[in-house]
């Protein structure tokens, strides 16, 4: 039988043809493919980075479009200008802030816990030594410089976070504070009594303090005083980002207003020279800000919080060395360790040997206090180191009484007395002194720093918030230039 041959007809099988299936009939509205043509390609996605890139391409080959490109770009510039100039602006704001209301005042707290510690263990040497005849002044002064450095650790506890580096220290100085007046009550009620026992409760009282206490004292003086660096260094940071941007603002609008004028020979367009006149007066008052504020704080520094650490340092040392003096006394010259403190102290403090140099060509503290004093601390600093000449040759005299002539009774009634009559030419005398005129000093240094530091804060933020305002005000302004430019086509 003969085989049937196709006649086109659908499902004919065709001899020396694959059978295919039949092509499904085309959708309403969809045109039909022709047999064997490639698929018909998408156009990519607005969404997409090849999308953007080809609504870009096609919209920079018109005049129209190629303005809104413009217009689009300089709004993004002029609001980035002033969104970044506002941000790194607060940021040095904060800063400033920290340093004024935070930051310094704990260094300073910290530095008079030290202080009133290492006071606290000289003065009570000093009750010691005058025995029944301790002035009430003096009991009063160590009864003072417990309660300061008592109520300043609880105030600084309470400032400072968990993870901050001086919690450790606050805590040892909060535990041991009380062992040690505890100590000190001891040895005054044994020395009172006449029990010898009374010296050598005062010695570990005095040990405790110097071991356990003044160290962590140090270390919360450190901490602050690095806290204090941090604050001071992104206070004073240069903004070179938003400087960068606007100088690539200001080039962008100026271009255009270039290409804009080869174009339609309009030498002017109003809206974006108000822009670039709000961008440039933004970047003025940056600089203008920046600069003023930074030189504030520098002063504050050089004036007053760098010479105060300074000046914290003599001090500390300056009662380092009269609690040296003082518990030689008390020792009865039973051990040579508090003389050879004394040396130690006083090497550091302003070195002996060089005492016929004027003091600021001498190494030591004092010295380097007396040099980073502000002008009008010189002199108070200047009559603190000259009574510390006056202290050192009568403990010098002193001693020389002790150990030359064995006179116990004769060197103590030169180093402290409880006779109004003698007392003026002791070595207490001149001690205090040096002590008062050096606290008169660090009291001025502070009021240098408030008075370059305050309002820094306040000046970053109207800063902050005019350029964040004139950016806002240089978008909108170019926008309107462009957009009348745009009118022109319709």
Do not use: C
Request: proline fraction near 6%; charged fraction near 20%.
């Amino acid at each position: 039988m003969a085989t049937p041959v196709g006649n086109g007809a659908p499902g004919a099988v065709v001899p020396g043809r694959p059978n295919r299936p039949p092509a499904p009939p085309p959708r309403p509205g969809v045109p039909a493919q022709r047999p064997g043509a490639a698929p018909a390609s998408r156009p990519p996605s607005a969404l997409t980075p090849s999308g953007l890139k080809a609504r870009l391409t096609r919209a920079s080959r018109t005049a129209p479009g190629r303005l809104r490109l413009a217009g689009a770009v300089l709004a993004v510039l002029t609001v980035a200008f002033g969104g970044l100039t506002a941000w790194q602006l607060e940021t040095r704001a904060q800063a400033a802030e920290r340093v004024v209301s935070y930051s310094q005042p704990l260094s300073r707290d910290a530095a008079d816990i030290h202080r009133s510690l290492a006071d606290a263990d000289t003065t009570a040497a000093t009750g010691f030594l005058l025995a029944g005849a301790e002035p009430k002044a003096v009991r009063d002064r160590y009864e003072q410089d417990l309660s300061t450095a008592a109520r300043l650790i609880a105030e600084a506890a309470a400032r400072t976070t968990a993870a901050s580096p001086a919690q450790g220290s606050l805590a040892r100085l909060n535990q041991q504070l009380p062992v040690y007046a505890g100590l000190v009550e001891s040895a005054r009620a044994d020395n009172r009594q006449g029990f010898p026992l009374g010296g050598a409760y005062l010695r570990y009282a005095s040990d405790q303090m110097q071991n356990v206490l003044l160290p962590a004292a140090a270390e919360l003086t450190a901490a602050e005083n690095q806290e204090l660096a941090d604050d001071y260094a992104a206070a004073k940071a240069v903004p070179w980002g938003a400087y960068a941007l606007a100088v690539l603002t200001v080039g962008a609008l100026v271009w255009v207003q270039v290409v804009l004028f080869r174009r339609t020979n309009r030498v002017f367009n109003p809206g974006l020279l108000l822009a670039t006149a709000a961008v440039l007066a933004g970047a003025f008052w940056l600089a203008v800000t920046s600069a003023s504020t930074g030189t504030a704080l520098k002063d504050s520094d050089r004036n007053g919080a760098t010479p105060l650490r300074a000046l914290n340092t003599a001090r500390v040392d300056v009662l380092t060395a009269r609690l040296a003096e003082n518990l030689h006394y008390v020792a009865r010259g039973s051990t040579t360790k508090y003389a050879e403190q004394w040396s130690k102290t006083t090497n550091g403090l302003a070195v002996p040997a060089q005492k016929d140099l004027p003091m600021l060509q001498r190494a030591g503290s004092l010295p380097e206090a007396v040099n980073l004093a502000p002008a009008v601390a010189d002199r108070t600093v200047r009559d603190a180191a000259q009574q510390y000449d006056t202290w050192y040759e009568r403990h010098d005299k002193a001693r020389k009484s002790e150990t030359d002539n064995a006179d116990y009774q004769g060197a103590l009634d030169a180093t402290v007395t409880a006779d109004q009559a003698k007392a003026p030419g002791t070595a207490d005398a001149a001690f205090n002194a040096t002590d008062q005129l050096l606290a008169k000093a660090a009291d001025i240094e502070q009021q240098e720093f408030r008075k370059a530091a305050e309002g820094t804060d306040g000046d970053l933020r109207t800063a902050a918030v005019a350029v964040a305002l004139l950016g806002l005000a240089a978008a909108a302004a170019a926008l309107r230039g462009l957009g009348r430019r745009l009118a022109e086509y319709r």
